[in-house]
């Protein structure tokens, strides 16, 4: 499954990005963020992505 995601930082500023993609490429998953704790940032922006559909394009694949 491609997913991913990319983190720059600017002063004390943390922006993040992260996509899961459909093997198919037919459903493209984006969100980012901003804040200044990364692993806060990172729980946030995955539990998006998993509502969006995220969860079921990686059931469909892992089948869990």
């Known amino acids: 499954v491609p997913l991913g995601a990319y983190a720059t930082v ?3 500023a943390l922006t ?3 996509v899961i993609v459909s093997p198919d ?3 493209l998953l984006r969100r980012e963020g901003q804040g200044v704790d ?3 940032l990172g729980r946030e922006l995955a539990e998006e992505l998993l509502g969006a559909g995220g969860r079921e394009i990686l059931q469909s694949v892992y089948g869990r």
Do not use: S
């Open 38 to 40: 990364a692993l806060l």
């Open 16 to 18: 993040m990005r992260a």
């Open 10 to 12: 600017e002063g004390a």
């Open 25 to 27: 490429g037919q459903t």
